[in-house]
């Protein structure tokens, strides 16, 4: 059987390649932006299976469709919650939400395998699936609004170069070399902030890639992370982020 994977995370697909080998598949290759994959699938056969993720870096992925008639089965792999999932059961559209499990990975390709059935009008399923996904993308904060005084100030996402927890209070540090105290924790900016624009490297600090200056190689494994302006104190990358650290900025 001949597979594809497209996913713009590429740990996601690196992890989602290994556990398809442990099942004895091994994908084709692994695509992982909307031109990529029309590119590709112009100039190659069709595989028999496709594990489609849905919002890639350069669009969602239905945008493929409009430009290439693809004749394989899907299985999407989606973050969407239970609400957005009800379309793919009523247009009868495999799917693996996020993190995927092994178990429901092996048993939706069982499931494939048993029924061999390829996608039946297409571009009307996923038209259907589109409509009732786009209204439901995940819209991360833009600002933060803080109160100064009797003064509401307002900041812009971009101009901030960290978050970082202090004395149980949570702070924003600014590209103007200042300090705000936020009431969001560091746990509940991870599901506010742009995953492509902050990373959390440690349990103290969430970085802003735009604004790091330098990388440098630090003790036991760990990686030093210098900011435009930013230097109350230091800030590392715990070992056990280090990987993952170094897969968001490539």
Not at 39 to 59: C, R, T, V
Not at 74 to 90: H, N, Q, R, S, V
Not at 131 to 139: E, R
Request: with cysteine; charged share 30%.
């Amino acid at each position: 059987m001949k597979v594809v994977i497209i996913e713009d995370e590429k740990p996601a697909a690196r992890r989602l390649s290994r556990m398809l080998n442990e099942i004895g598949l091994e994908p084709l290759i692994m695509l992982h932006s909307v031109e990529e994959a029309i590119n590709w699938f112009y100039k190659n056969e069709h595989p028999d299976l496709l594990f489609l993720d849905i919002q890639l870096s350069d669009g969602l992925s239905f945008e493929i469709f409009e430009e290439i008639e693809v004749k394989s089965a899907i299985i999407f792999t989606t973050a969407y919650d239970e609400y957005a999932l009800k379309a793919f059961k009523l247009n009868s559209v495999d799917y693996l939400l996020k993190p995927i499990d092994a178990d429901e990975l092996e048993n939706a390709v069982k499931k494939y395998k048993k029924t061999h059935s390829k996608t039946v009008n297409l571009g009307l399923n996923i038209d259907q699936i589109k409509k009732l996904i786009i209204p439901l993308q995940k819209n991360y904060k833009k600002r933060f609004t803080i109160k100064i005084g009797q003064h509401l100030k307002m900041i812009s996402t971009e101009s901030i170069e960290c978050f970082y927890s202090e004395n149980k209070a949570t702070n924003i540090y600014t590209d103007e070399n200042r300090s705000y105290i936020i009431e969001d924790t560091l746990e509940q900016l991870e599901e506010k902030l742009e995953p492509e624009t902050f990373y959390r490297v440690s349990r103290k600090y969430f970085v802003n890639i735009h604004a790091i200056k330098d990388i440098i190689s630090y003790s036991n494994s760990r990686l030093k992370i210098i900011l435009q302006t930013y230097s109350e104190s230091e800030i590392i990358v715990s070992r056990e982020r280090v990987k993952d650290f170094k897969n968001w900025i490539d």
